[in-house]
């Protein structure tokens, strides 16, 4: 199974697609798309649209796993505009006739740490040790990408014992 983890931005989207073959769990490719144009809300999302779709056409996920759309009352700006990445993700996703599954940030960081308020670092030290890197993810964006497709890998694997 092959499963594109992606982490929601306006400016920097991190993505990761992992492989799951024999309960083993495999890096395939991670990286960012940036929204360059600044300013340029609908340019933006273009730039973010056409990135993923690029992703998804160049290295064929079987599903999409992204990060739930968080709102807390003080910022309501900030999860409109996070919606706008979101929703043209996720049209990338559909355009590819591909299932989406989205997860809580504080799920996936529970999944791979044991702690539902894990720091970024954790979070990074968690992925780099279940895909056995060298070095830590870079940027934190990638590290959540990949996180988020762990823990989907580990949702749809749970009867089947991919869990270390």
């Known amino acids: 199974m092959r499963i594109l983890g992606v982490d929601p931005g306006l400016n920097i989207t991190g993505y990761g697609v992992i492989d799951v073959v024999n309960r083993q769990v495999k890096l395939i490719e991670a990286g960012v798309v940036r929204g360059k144009t600044r300013g340029s809300l609908s340019a933006r999302v273009r730039e973010i649209h056409l990135g993923v779709a690029d992703v998804i056409e160049t290295l064929k996920p079987e ?3 992204i990060e739930k759309l968080y709102s807390h009352y003080d910022r309501p700006t900030t999860a409109i505009l996070m919606g706008h990445a979101r929703g043209v993700i996720v049209l990338a996703a559909a355009l590819a006739d591909l299932d989406v599954t ?3 940030s504080t799920q996936v960081k529970k999944t791979l740490t044991g702690n539902g308020r894990a720091p970024k ?3 990074q030290l968690a992925v780099q040790r279940e895909l056995r890197l060298a070095k830590l993810p870079e940027p934190a964006d990638v590290a959540d990408a990949l996180a988020i497709a762990l823990c989907h890998a580990y949702a749809v694997n749970v009867n ?3 869990l270390p």
């Open 160 to 162: 089947h014992s991919l």
């Open 121 to 123: 670092s954790q979070v």
């Open 102 to 104: 989205d997860y809580p």
């Open 63 to 65: 599903s999409v796993a």
